[in-house]
């Protein structure tokens, strides 16, 4: 082998390892259970680089990707929406809207979420979040953010102005809601857990058709901390729904409004709430659950506690 072919034997070896896929780090997983994960797609790459490079496929190292950007979700590739409005709900909780081309919607099923990425000095980070707009919105979808004090993509999401691109991938999700699948819905919301029951309770109540009993129960820590409201009093209003509060940090119902006092309990939502919700459906229910990893461990307990088994509740 003379100078020549040894070099370029040597830029091809330094050309295949350039085009190696890179392992993502543990903080690029969002822990919810997608799939597509971002370690099934690395596996996924590599398998292709290897057997492409075992096979002395050239075509890897010609530097032609396509050009082409998706118009539309997809589980595999991350799309950019640009932000069109930032609402600060909360002390820490953010209302975002992003913008949809033209009168196109966003292609999501009630109950399913997708996956944002970020990245902060230089780390990416990744995280699951459910639209809380309604699955037939044109034009925008919107995101109910928690940030925290420490998180790595609460340090993106604060960043964000109106004009900027957030990139996100989906839809993934194991439960996605039918019109009247169950005769009456159970659902237990801490938080930003509320988000995956808005678009469903939506869905609900815009079809005429569709005859599902709900129950909503939002657990907060104060009555100024609980998310849309506007939203939940007017859902209150659909004959087939009910809207109840656990609010672990009010000492007193004399800082509530009159309208929430009755639907309001202080403290924490436990198996004896849980058991007089049950008794009170008018049929027995499915629930589906959503809130931090400790919330949806406890109320899975008290679910069976009172009688549901596990394929009668979801936990999201």
């Keep these: 082998m003379d100078e020549q072919e040894e070099q370029e034997e040597d830029n091809s070896e330094e050309a295949w390892l350039q085009l190696r896929p890179v392992e993502p780090l543990i903080s690029q997983c969002c822990g919810s259970g997608c799939s597509p994960c971002v370690f099934d797609l690395y596996h996924r790459d590599l398998a292709r680089w290897e057997a492409a490079r075992a096979n002395k496929d050239r075509s890897l190292l010609s530097g032609q990707k396509s050009q082409s950007c998706p118009s539309q979700l997809n ?72 940030c925290y004090q420490t998180g790595l993509m609460s340090q993106h999401v604060e960043s964000w102005r109106p004009g900027d691109m957030a990139f996100w991938r989906g839809p993934f999700g194991a439960f996605c809601y039918k019109p009247n699948q169950h005769g009456e819905l159970l659902m237990l919301a801490a938080g930003t857990g509320l988000a995956p029951m808005v678009p469903i ?46 609010l672990s940090q009010e000492n007193s119902m004399e800082r509530l409004p009159w309208s929430y006092r009755d639907k309001t309990r202080l403290g924490r939502l436990g198996r004896e709430l ?28 008290c679910l069976q506690d009172v009688g549901l088994a596990e394929d009668s509740y979801f936990l999201f």
């Design 75 to 146: 589980p595999e590739t991350f799309v950019g929406f640009r932000i069109s409005a930032t609402e600060k709900v909360t002390k820490d909780t953010y209302h975002v809207r992003f913008a949809l081309p033209a009168s196109s919607q966003l292609g999501l099923r009630p109950g399913q979420h997708l996956i944002l990425r970020g990245r902060v000095n230089g780390l990416e980070v990744q995280r699951a979040y459910t639209p809380i707009s309604p699955a037939h919105a044109e034009g925008y979808f919107d995101v109910l953010i928690k």
């Design 201 to 246: 309770l939506q869905s609900i109540t815009d079809n005429a058709e569709d005859e599902t009993f709900v129950t909503l129960v939002c657990c907060f820590q104060t009555f100024e901390g609980i998310y849309l409201k506007t939203f939940l009093q007017e859902q209150a209003r659909f004959w087939n729904v009910r809207t109840f509060f656990v």
């Design 274 to 301: 849980i058991e007089e919700l049950f008794r009170s459906c008018r049929k027995k229910p499915f629930a589906l659950v959503c809130g931090s990893a400790d919330f949806t461990t406890d109320m899975a307990k």
